[in-house]
């Protein structure tokens, strides 16, 4: 934290507006007051709505692939994880939970039930590419082919691309309607690191874009590994990951570099009576972050499950359990479980109102810690994702 925090004058201004920082919000930050009272911003209920409200807004339709010849409207609400195959897996009567930190509320949890054709869904594909590009995953059965592992890659970034582009805008709006928050380093920082995410985002999917036309799947190395039973979750994400395994830092996410940082993809799929984990970087990455995957590889499968564990929640709000899962979870499981999918976005609401947003230095320190990806191997946490009947 504390880099990058100062504004400059001659900058686009953080607002969006397309005009320069000085010429736009920089006078309005320390003139304009909240727009949201007291009251507004002490009920959890009414932030979450705000928040919801300002992210609603942002939705937009697109088809990702570049050759827009053969697209085919509408854009379908597109599913990350297959709907028939893995959805169904882990659904019960055609219901899932989810983990959003926006469904915050005073009392309850935010994970909930919802329709199985409602989980995690974005819109980033037209009908004719959703189903013509992914038929391979969609379809065929899971044999750790290279064109597969490279769609579910694939699908994440296309996700996370359409996902980080409304972040932005969202935050963007917050600024337009809320100039005092610019006063807050920590909004500052945040909007920061959204923005140079956001850049590596759009290099990557130009990669796998060309890739895809090209046909050349062949441009990831992959960590791919079976587990004997069918778990009753699934996950699909992508990620910096900031440390080794010992806490070494492997990548400096707080970076300013120009340099794209490298990403690791990862999904885990339930299928017939078993799992496979599919971790992947680009082979061009590869070097950067080989002691990382060289440190996974070494684990046995009680250790993999614990790393993944604490990584999986750190790093997605894309896990979809089955509700028998989550029932079997004591509060107390439950509890730490979506304290870590909060992570640091979980007090946006103090952010706002330009309070200190942790609880205590202790949380706060957890969630950096967190952010880094330093995980306490000794350490098992309370909830177990791969725990089966
Ligand atoms: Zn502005
Ligand atoms: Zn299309």
Redesign the pocket.
């Given at each position: 934290m504390g880099k990058n925090i100062k504004i400059n004058n001659s900058e686009p201004c953080l607002c969006g507006s397309g005009q320069k920082f000085k010429d736009c919000c920089k006078a309005k930050m320390f003139t304009s007051t909240t727009r949201y009272s007291e009251d507004i911003l002490n009920n959890p209920q009414r932030v979450n709505a705000i928040l919801q409200n300002m992210m609603d807004k942002t939705d937009f339709k697109t088809?990702v692939?570049p050759d827009?010849s053969?697209?085919?409207l509408p854009i379908k609400n597109a599913h990350t994880l297959q709907n028939n195959g893995v959805l169904s897996a882990v659904s019960e009567l055609e219901h899932v939970m989810v983990t959003d930190p926006l469904n915050k509320v005073r009392k309850g949890y935010i994970t909930r039930k919802i329709s199985k054709n409602k989980a995690t869904t974005f819109y980033g594909?037209?009908e004719?590419?959703d189903s013509y590009l992914f038929k391979d995953i969609e379809l065929k059965e899971y044999k750790n082919e290279i064109k597969q592992n490279f769609l579910f890659a694939y699908r994440v970034l296309a996700q996370e691309y359409h996902k980080k582009e409304r972040v932005i805008s969202s935050l963007q709006n917050c600024v337009k309607e809320n100039p005092s928050i610019l006063i807050s380093p920590i909004m500052v920082e945040n909007y920061r690191m959204m923005d140079l995410a956001r850049k590596d985002i759009r290099e990557l999917l130009d990669i796998f874009n060309t890739s895809y036309m090209n046909q050349n799947f062949d441009i990831l190395y992959n960590y791919v590994y079976k587990f004997e039973k069918q778990c009753r979750f699934a996950v699909t994400t992508m990620y910096v990951p900031a440390s080794t395994l010992d806490g070494e830092e492997l990548v400096d996410i707080y970076s300013k570099e120009k340099d794209r940082l490298p990403s690791v993809f990862l999904t885990i799929i339930p299928v017939n009576d078993c799992s496979y984990l599919i971790m992947s970087c680009l082979k061009l990455d590869y070097a950067k972050v080989k002691k990382y995957f060289d440190d996974i590889e070494k684990l046995d499968e009680n250790k993999l499950k614990r790393f993944l564990n604490w990584t999986l929640p750190t790093y997605s709000e894309n896990i979809v359990l089955s509700p028998k899962l989550w029932e079997s979870w004591s509060e107390k499981a439950k509890n730490q479980y979506e304290r870590i999918v909060s992570g640091m976005g979980g007090d946006f609401e103090k952010m706002l109102n330009r309070e200190f947003p942790f609880e205590t230095y202790e949380d706060m320190e957890i969630a950096l810690k967190t952010q880094l990806g330093i995980i306490d191997m000794n350490n098992v946490p309370q909830y177990d994702l791969f725990l089966v009947e």
């Open positions: 088809c692939y827009k053969c697209c085919k594909f037209c004719y590419h």
